[in-house]
């Protein structure tokens, strides 16, 4: 039953999403239809490109964390019937940690104390990566454009960790590597479905996505135990993420009469 309400909750934020999604699509449409005088380049296209945006936790990964910012790279390698193949690199991070793992460490008022009994600067930061290989199809919106919907599946490997930041050094209990009994770093396989407008100009200046992305990862707790309840880790979890990106394209495209590169 708790997996059926998360499910619900993911499609009607998802609905959300879309509408928005769409509304710059037909926007983006509209504004490529206005010229028309540049023939677009067949064959295939290799493009590389890095972009940034934000996610939003959702399921297991919610009661650990906030919303997190994400860098990306990745690259794309479109048919001549554009199909894709895509790999993908993720980079998240975030400075709002729900699950305070140093709790027992900590005064009436909620402080920590270090081991000169000042006040210890530590701060708790997520952080987290997905990596992984895909495929997928660009629909282009056009006739003769390469400019359209891109849908993607991506499999791979996503994972997260309490990342923590002593500013004096001087909490014994993170210190010379003791901080991977806190850390819950989780690994594991995960998929993430993509869906996104991709531009190509014709005049080849203006090369963009905005993409929807939804992460699903079958993630366990690496470490064996947590010290701070000594107890052993969480042999699975369910995280979920949602999220929004703009992505910067630079293309190379083959097989027409020039090779162009920018």
């Not at 140093?102 to 104390?113: F, K, P």
């Amino acid at each position: 039953m708790y997996r059926l309400l998360l499910y619900v909750s993911y499609i009607q934020i998802m609905q959300k999403y879309f509408f928005i999604f769409f509304f710059l699509i037909v926007a983006c449409s509209y504004s490529y239809a206005q010229d028309e005088s540049e023939k677009p380049v067949d064959g295939s296209i290799i493009v590389f490109g890095g972009g940034m945006g934000l996610n939003i936790p959702l399921a297991d990964l919610k009661e650990r964390y906030g919303s997190n910012l994400n860098f990306s790279v990745g690259g794309d390698y479109i048919l001549a019937n554009n199909w894709i193949f895509s790999s993908e690199f993720m980079y998240f991070f975030g400075d709002k940690v729900k699950e305070d793992v140093l709790a027992s460490y900590r005064t009436s008022n909620g402080t920590l104390l270090g081991d000169d009994e000042q006040l210890a600067d530590v701060f708790l930061k997520q952080r987290g990566v997905f990596l992984g290989l895909g495929f997928g199809k660009l629909l282009p919106l056009h006739k003769g454009s390469r400019s359209g919907l891109k849908l993607m599946v991506h499999g791979g490997i996503l994972q997260h960790q309490i990342k923590f930041t002593d500013e004096r050094n001087s909490f014994a209990q993170i210190r010379t590597g003791r901080q991977i009994g806190y850390d819950r770093l989780s690994r594991g396989f995960s998929l993430k479905e993509t869906i996104a407008y991709k531009n190509l100009s014709k005049d080849r200046r203006l090369n963009f996505e905005f993409a929807l992305d939804f992460i699903q990862g079958f993630t366990s707790e690496i470490r064996p135990v947590n010290y701070d309840t000594g107890l052993p880790s969480i042999g699975s979890r369910f995280d979920m993420m949602i999220g929004a990106r703009l992505i910067w394209n630079l293309p190379f495209y083959q097989g027409s009469q020039e090779t162009i590169y920018y």
